[in-house]
């Protein structure tokens, strides 16, 4: 009998941590922590290889670290676990919009910019509020164009659905169609509106510094937003810190700043 309850104590106790396993993991991921949110996933992973919210978060992680081709397949499979998951929806079709980015030739491009436009509309049609999905899918317009799907006048629309259900990110939708057209003084003055309001900002103070390189002008103004940004914590939707320090390099360097205009993921 003591030899069969210590297998039963062990797994009952197994079960009993998972939950709070997977919220430690969960807030590491959640802190940027993601070197440490790895390993927490790793080991959960395990025990519970097909759970789709740890598949969800090691996609999401492998992501991060622009391993594509690993991050579809395990996004994939969440969402083969969790069909009507919008938050996987929308990061499966975060993986293969970023594979499309930076695929060699046409046909994968082509390939993986369908599924992602395909996963985008799923993600909104499972959850319409969802202010990161429709904030993917104008991003997705706007750098497609109408002939395979995209176009900016379906990037606009998502914009002004995105500024009903949030103004704040609609703010930030706004801006980065505006810095996206180039003009750049629409941009700042709706990045100042937005600032004055939500100083802490990440992605606003990002793309202020962002503006400052493109347009060459503003300059300590782009500066000291992008030291903003390294004072505060990046979400999954922002660029890292790497990036911040990146452009901070292109602001010292003022005969590249002006050629500086990069696309946002």
Known sequence: MKRLALPFLLAAALH???PAALA??????AA??????TASFEEI???EPAAPAVLYHLGKLVLHRRDYPRAVELLARAAQAAPNDAAIALWLGNAHAWSASVAESLGPRVSHGRQALAHYRRAVELDP???PARFSLMNFYRHVPALLGGGLNRACAQAAEIDRLDPVAGAHARALLAFHQQNFDAARATLQQLLAKKPAHYAANFLLGRLAVASGRHRDEGRAALERCLQLTPTENDEPHD???ALLAQLDRP???????????
């Open 24 to 29: 430690h993991a969960t807030a590491l991921y």
């Open 243 to 245: 990036e911040a320090r």
């Open 45 to 47: 992973a395990r025990h």
């Open 255 to 265: 005969t590249l700043a002006a050629a500086a205009l990069t696309a946002t993921r």
């Open 32 to 37: 940027g922590r993601y070197a440490e949110a």
């Open 129 to 131: 509020s969802s202010v």
């Open 16 to 18: 009993a941590a998972e």
